[in-house]
């Protein structure tokens, strides 16, 4: 069964840190370019970063340039999606999605889509 499950969300204040991770089951994720995407209440889902499958990074949200890191553990078929210096703007529920090589901004290219988990910024 091919599933993607996300976890590490959880609510921090402002200017504190979270590592999401993103396990697959069913399938091997080096194969495949791996998004984070987030959608806030009453938004748009927006693409966040993405990871190739050669381990490139690509943004997609500059406000997560310099705050957010993607990594992949192939060992573990995980992503990781790490956030610093947090903001309350970045509340959303995220969510991890895969697509083909190599990484794309609009999330209809991503066919298996993680249930996804709640990051809350606030003081």
């Known amino acids: 069964q091919v599933q993607l499950v996300e976890s590490g969300g959880g609510l921090v204040q402002p200017g504190g840190s979270l590592r999401l991770s993103c396990a697959a089951s069913?399938?091997?994720?080096?194969?495949?370019?791996v998004g984070w995407f987030r959608q806030a209440p009453g938004k748009e889902r927006e693409g966040v970063l993405c990871i190739s499958s050669s381990d490139r990074t690509t943004y997609y949200a500059d406000s997560a340039k310099g705050r957010f890191t993607i990594s992949r553990d192939a060992a573990k078929n995980t992503v990781y999606l790490q956030m610093n210096s947090l903001k309350p703007e970045d509340t959303a529920e995220y969510y991890c999605?895969?697509?083909?090589?190599?990484?794309?901004?609009?999330?209809?290219?991503?066919?298996?889509w993680g249930q996804g988990t709640q990051v809350t910024v606030s003081s």
């Open positions: 999605a895969t697509t083909a090589p190599p990484c794309r901004v609009g999330w209809s290219y991503y066919s298996y």
């Open positions: 069913g399938f091997t994720l080096d194969y495949y370019a």
